[in-house]
C-alpha cells in the first residue's frame, strides 16, 4: 500500500467515529484523486496557523486536525506562560464547521487546564483582538479562513497583545504542533473539565463598540449628513453583527442592507468568493446601490477584518476603490482632522506594509508624521504597536494594500467595523465640504500627485515551479533593473539583509526609481506563486503600470 493508503487505513481502524470512517470508505469509492490528496500528507500548521478544505483526513481541516493543533498549542502555552488562571480567547465566523472547529478548541483547553472565554455566536476577528486584551488573555483563536471559498476553513492564533502570533512565539507554537502526530495524543473530554468555559456575548459587543465610536472625529459633520446613503453587505459574515450598529450609533440614519446576504451562510449562496477585493462580490450591493440612488458601497469579508467599497464618481457612475485608495483617503482625513482637533503630537505615528502604496509616505510627510514599513502581513502592523506603545507612542492609523486598516490601539489586526465607521464618517466630512468621496480622492492625487498600483501573480507549480520562482529571485538579485520605464532605479532593497532594512529576513526586493515608481517582488509563503507588485507616480501612471507589468512578467 502507498503512504496515503496506510494513513487512510489507520484512520479506518483507529478511534474515529462512524461517520468519519463512512466519509473516507466513500471517498475511496468515488473520488480516488480527492482520496489521496485528503491523506497524501498531514495539514501544516504554519506561521499563521492552519487554512484548508474541510473534509475526511489528514491533509483537511476537521474536528481532528482542529484538536491535534489545539492540543499543540495547549502545550506550548502550559511552557511559555506562567500564572494560575491562563486565559484564552476563541471566535468563529460564519464559514461551515466554524461554530463546531471553536466548540472543539474550547473543550481541548478546557481538558489541559486552561481558562476559556468563546463567543455565544460568530463575531469579527478584530473583536476578538480586543477581547484577547479585555480578558488578560494569552492568546486568541478565530476559526476563519477569511474570504477564501467555501469549501475552505482555518484557524488563527494570535497572542497576548491581540496581534497575530509573530517570531519567534509563531515558530515555536508551529513545533510544539509537529509534536502532536495521533489525534489519540488529544486531551479530549468534553463532559470533564479542568478549565473552566465562559461565554461572551453582548457586554463584550458594548465595550468594543464605545471603544470604536470614541474614536470618532467629525460628529457634527455626520449630524448634518446623517441621510447619505449607503449600502452595506457583510456577504453572508458576521459583519452583519456589528457594522450597521456602529454606523447607526454614529448618526447614519438611512443604512440600506441588501437582506439576501444578511443570512449568515457557511455557502456563500449570493457570491463565487465572498472577497470584497473582488467586485464581483460586491455586485448585488452595486445593483441595490443603483435601485436606490445610494451614495456609498461598503462590504465586508466573512470574518470582518477586510472592506471594500464603491464611490460615485463625476458622472454619477459607481466606481470600486482599491485598497490603496481607501487607505489613503482614510489616512489623509484622519490626518487632517488631527491637526485641527491639535492632536498631532510628538509620539503619533502611521504603520503601512512596504508593498501598500507610497502615497501614504507622501501624506505623513506632508504632516509631519512618521510612516513605519513592515513586511507583509498585519501582524507586522500589531508588532510595531506593540512596541511603540511600550515607549509610550500612540497609533493613529494603518494599512496594507489587501484592503485592510485599522484605526486607534484598541484592536491589533485589520478592522472592519471601526473602517466602515470612518469611511462613513469621511463621506460625511467629505459631503460638508461640498465633496464626495471620489472628489475628495482626485484632490488628493492634485496635492500629492496621481499614483496608480497594481499586481501580478506569477503562478509555477510543483517542484519545477518551486525551483523557477527561487531562480528568479535569484536572477534579480544578481541582475538588478538599471530602470523603470526609462527612469533610472535608485535604490534598491533586498529584505534578505535584516541589518540594512531593520526587518525581520524575508525573501523580498524592491527597487525605486527616481521619478517615485516602485516595484516590489516576493514569493508568496503560502500558494505556488511569486507576486509582483506595481507602483507608478505621474499623470501617466496608468501607462506606466503596463509598462512596467510587461518589463518584468
Not at 472543539?104 to 473583536?127: K, M, W, Y
Not at 471559498?149 to 482555518?154: A, I, V
Not at 464581483?280 to 451614495?295: N, R, S
Not at 466606481?319 to 485608495?325: D, E, H, T
Request: some cysteine.
Amino acid at each position: 500500500m502507498k503512504e496515503f493508503e496506510l494513513k487512510a487505513q489507520s484512520w479506518l481502524d483507529g478511534d474515529f467515529d462512524q461517520a468519519t470512517k463512512m466519509q473516507i470508505l466513500k471517498l475511496r469509492n468515488e473520488d480516488p484523486a480527492g482520496f489521496e490528496d485528503a491523506f497524501y500528507k498531514n495539514l501544516e500548521f504554519g506561521t499563521g496557523g492552519l487554512r484548508g478544505i474541510m473534509g475526511v483526513g489528514t491533509n483537511r481541516m476537521n474536528k481532528y486536525t482542529v484538536g491535534m493543533a489545539t492540543q499543540g498549542l495547549a502545550n506550548y502555552i502550559l511552557k511559555k506562560c506562567e500564572g494560575d488562571d491562563l486565559r484564552v480567547v476563541i471566535s468563529y465566523d460564519s464559514r461551515n464547521n466554524s461554530k463546531e472547529f471553536a466548540r472543539i478548541a474550547a473543550d481541548v483547553l478546557s481538558a489541559n487546564g486552561i481558562h476559556v472565554f468563546i463567543f455565544d455566536n460568530i463575531r469579527p476577528t478584530p473583536e476578538m483582538s480586543y477581547a484577547v486584551r479585555l480578558k488578560k488573555a494569552v492568546a486568541g483563536i478565530m476559526i476563519t479562513a477569511s474570504h477564501n471559498p467555501k469549501e475552505y476553513n482555518g484557524y488563527k492564533v494570535s497572542w497576548s497583545d491581540g496581534g497575530q502570533v509573530t517570531s519567534p512565539v509563531d515558530k515555536e507554537i508551529v513545533a510544539e504542533v509537529a509534536k502532536i502526530t495521533d489525534p489519540s495524543m488529544v486531551k479530549f473530554q468534553a463532559g470533564l473539565r479542568c478549565g473552566e468555559i465562559e461565554s461572551m456575548g453582548a457586554e463584550v459587543d458594548e465595550l468594543y463598540l464605545n471603544d470604536l465610536l470614541s474614536l470618532r472625529l467629525s460628529p457634527e459633520a455626520v449630524a448634518s449628513n446623517k441621510d447619505l446613503k449607503i449600502v452595506y453587505t457583510p456577504l453572508h459574515g458576521c459583519g452583519v453583527r456589528l457594522v450597521p450598529e456602529i454606523l447607526k450609533r454614529s448618526g447614519f440614519e438611512n443604512i440600506i442592507h441588501v437582506p439576501e446576504q444578511d443570512i449568515s451562510d457557511g455557502n456563500f449562496p449570493t457570491c463565487v468568493s465572498p472577497n470584497p477585493e473582488e467586485p464581483a462580490a460586491l455586485k448585488m450591493a452595486l445593483e441595490k446601490a443603483e435601485a436606490t440612488g445610494a451614495d456609498l458601497v461598503i462590504g465586508t469579508d466573512p470574518d470582518a477584518d477586510r472592506v471594500g467599497i464603491a464611490v460615485r464618481d463625476n458622472d454619477g457612475k459607481l466606481v470600486l476603490f482599491n485598497g490603496n485608495q481607501t487607505a489613503s483617503m482614510l489616512t489623509y482625513y484622519i490626518l487632517t482632522r488631527w491637526k485641527e482637533l491639535g492632536k498631532l503630537t510628538e509620539g503619533k505615528y502611521v504603520v503601512k506594509t512596504i508593498v501598500t502604496t507610497e502615497l501614504i509616505t507622501d501624506i505623513c510627510k506632508s504632516f509631519g508624521v512618521p510612516v513605519y514599513n513592515v513586511l507583509t502581513g498585519f501582524k507586522y502592523i500589531a508588532e510595531v504597536v506593540k512596541r511603540k506603545e511600550a515607549e509610550g507612542g500612540e497609533f493613529i492609523c494603518g494599512g496594507e494594500e489587501s484592503y485592510g486598516f485599522n484605526v486607534g490601539q484598541f484592536v491589533r489586526d485589520k478592522d472592519a467595523p471601526v473602517s466602515c465607521m470612518m469611511i462613513a464618517e469621511c463621506a460625511a466630512w467629505a459631503a460638508s465640504k461640498g465633496l464626495t468621496l471620489y472628489q475628495l480622492m482626485q484632490r488628493i492625487y492634485k496635492e500629492y500627485g496621481y499614483r496608480k498600483e497594481g499586481l501580478v501573480s506569477l503562478v509555477r507549480k510543483g517542484i519545477s515551479g518551486a525551483r523557477e520562482i527561487q531562480q528568479i529571485m535569484v536572477d534579480m538579485r544578481a541582475n538588478p533593473p538599471a530602470e523603470l520605464c526609462g527612469s533610472p532605479v535608485t535604490r534598491v532593497v533586498d529584505y534578505l539583509e535584516p541589518e540594512k532594512t531593520g526587518q525581520p529576513k524575508s525573501n523580498v526586493l524592491q527597487f525605486f526609481d527616481e521619478a517615485g515608481d516602485v516595484v516590489s517582488v516576493r514569493p508568496s509563503g503560502t500558494e505556488p506563486k511569486i507576486k509582483f507588485y506595481f507602483g507608478a507616480k505621474g499623470d501617466d501612471a496608468d501607462a506606466k503600470i503596463e509598462k512596467l507589468k510587461q518589463q518584468f512578467t
